[in-house]
C-alpha cells in the first residue's frame, strides 16, 4: 500500500513537469513552422481563428518529437529532485528495487509510445492532409483580394502573376502569367483584360480574354492567340504530389512498390521514422532514472539541459543514418533504425547497471 501511495506521488509529479515540458517544447518547435507559413499567407491576410485552427493541425507532426523529449526532460527533473533530497536513498533503504521506484517512469513512457504510435500512424497524416485543405482554402477564398496591380504575385507554386490594373477584386487588365507546373511544357500567357473566380474553396480560375499564349516543348515552340481562356489552378490536397508525411504506412508501402529501389528509400525511411520514434519512448524510460542520478547533482537546469542533449545527439545520429541511406550507404533499415539501436544499448546497460547495486 505504501509503495502504490508512493507511486502515485511520483506519478503525479512526473504528470506536471511532463506536460509542462511538453507545453515548452511545442512551443518552441512550432514558432519555426509558424513564421514559415506566415511568409506564405501573408498576402492574402489571416484570421485569427484560421490561425488557430493550423496551430492545431501543426501539432502531431511535432508531438512525435515532444513526447519522447518530454518524457526524458520530465523524468531527469523528477528524479533528479528525488535524488538531491536524498528521497531515492529512503527508498533503496527501506528494500524498494530500482526497478520499483522507476515504476513510474514506466507508466508514463508506455503511454507515450502509444500515443506516439497513434498519432505517427493516424493522427498525424490526417491532420497534414488537412492543413494542406486549410491553406489551399486560405489561399483560394483571398487571392483575389491579395493580387495586387503593379506587383508580382507569387502565391500559387510555380506561377507569377503580374496585373497592371484591378479596377475591383475580381476584374484585372494587363495580365502576364508565367506557368511552369509542367516543366516540360512552360506557358507565358498575356491578355488584355481578365476575372478572377473562386472553386468552392479548392482552387481559383482566370477568366482571360484577348490573349496569347507562348508554349515551349524541347526546341519546339507554340504561339496561339484566343479571344477566351480559363486558367485554372486547383488547389486541392488531392491533387498529384502529395508529401510523404501526408500518406499512412499503408499508402507508404504502396508508393515504395511503384517507385525503383532508389525512390523507395525515402518512403521506406518515413514509414521507419513512424515506428522508431515512439519506440524511443520505451528506451528513454529506462535511460532516464539511471541518467537522473547524475542529473540531479546539478539542479533541475541540469536536467534540461541533460535530457537536450542526449535527445538532440540521437536525432543527429538519426539524420545522419536516414542520410547515408539516401546516398545508398546502407541499406534503409539500417540507416534508420541505427540511432534508436545505440540509445536502445546505452539505456539497457545503464539501467541494468544501476539495479545491480
Known amino acids: 500500500m505504501r509503495i502504490y501511495i508512493i507511486h ?8 506536471f513537469t511532463f506536460f509542462l515540458s511538453l507545453v515548452a517544447l511545442n512551443f518552441i518547435l512550432i514558432m519555426e513552422k509558424i513564421l514559415r507559413l506566415s511568409r506564405l ?7 485569427l481563428s484560421d490561425m488557430i485552427t493550423i496551430i492545431l493541425y501543426l501539432q502531431p507532426p511535432i508531438l512525435i518529437l515532444t513526447l519522447p523529449m518530454s518524457l526524458l526532460v520530465s523524468t ?5 529532485r528525488l535524488n538531491a533530497d536524498n528521497e531515492l536513498i529512503i527508498f533503496r533503504a527501506s528494500g524498494m528495487s530500482f526497478k520499483k521506484i522507476a515504476t513510474p517512469v514506466f507508466i508514463l513512457g508506455t503511454g507515450c509510445f502509444l500515443a506516439g504510435l497513434l498519432v505517427s500512424f493516424y493522427i498525424g497524416p490526417k491532420s497534414m492532409v488537412k492543413l494542406r485543405d486549410k491553406i489551399s482554402e486560405i489561399i483560394a477564398l483571398r487571392a483575389p483580394a491579395a493580387i495586387e496591380e503593379g506587383v508580382f504575385t507569387t502565391l500559387f507554386k510555380d506561377v507569377v502573376l503580374f496585373v497592371k490594373e484591378k479596377p475591383d477584386t475580381e476584374s484585372i487588365k494587363e495580365i502576364f502569367i508565367s506557368d511552369e507546373r509542367n516543366k516540360k511544357e512552360p506557358r507565358i500567357l498575356t491578355a488584355k483584360e481578365g476575372k478572377i473566380y473562386t472553386k468552392d474553396g479548392l482552387g481559383i480560375s482566370f477568366y482571360l480574354k484577348d490573349g496569347y499564349m507562348h508554349l515551349a516543348k524541347g526546341i519546339f515552340s507554340t504561339e496561339i492567340f484566343f479571344e477566351g481562356y480559363n486558367l485554372s489552378l486547383d488547389l486541392s490536397a488531392e491533387q ?7 500518406l499512412t504506412p499503408l499508402e507508404l508501402l504502396r508508393e515504395a512498390k511503384k517507385e525503383t529501389p532508389q525512390q523507395a528509400v525515402a518512403l521506406f525511411l518515413e514509414l521507419h521514422r513512424r515506428l522508431s520514434l515512439p519506440s524511443v519512448c520505451l528506451f528513454l524510460m529506462m535511460l532516464g532514472p539511471p541518467l537522473s542520478l547524475v542529473a540531479g547533482r546539478s539542479g533541475r537546469l541540469g536536467g534540461l539541459t541533460i535530457g537536450l542533449f542526449i535527445f538532440v545527439t540521437f536525432y543527429m545520429l538519426l539524420i545522419y543514418g536516414e542520410n ?3 546516398t545508398g550507404s546502407v541499406p534503409h533499415y539500417v540507416g534508420a533504425w541505427s540511432a534508436t539501436a545505440i540509445l536502445g544499448i546505452l539505456s539497457i546497460v545503464m539501467f541494468r547497471r544501476e539495479s545491480k547495486k
Open 8 to 15: 502515485k506521488e511520483i506519478l503525479k509529479e512526473l504528470l
Open 41 to 47: 499567407l501573408s498576402g492574402v491576410g489571416v484570421y
Open 76 to 80: 531527469l527533473i523528477t528524479y533528479g
Open 240 to 246: 498529384q504530389g502529395r508529401k510523404n508525411s501526408e
Open 324 to 326: 547515408l541511406a539516401r
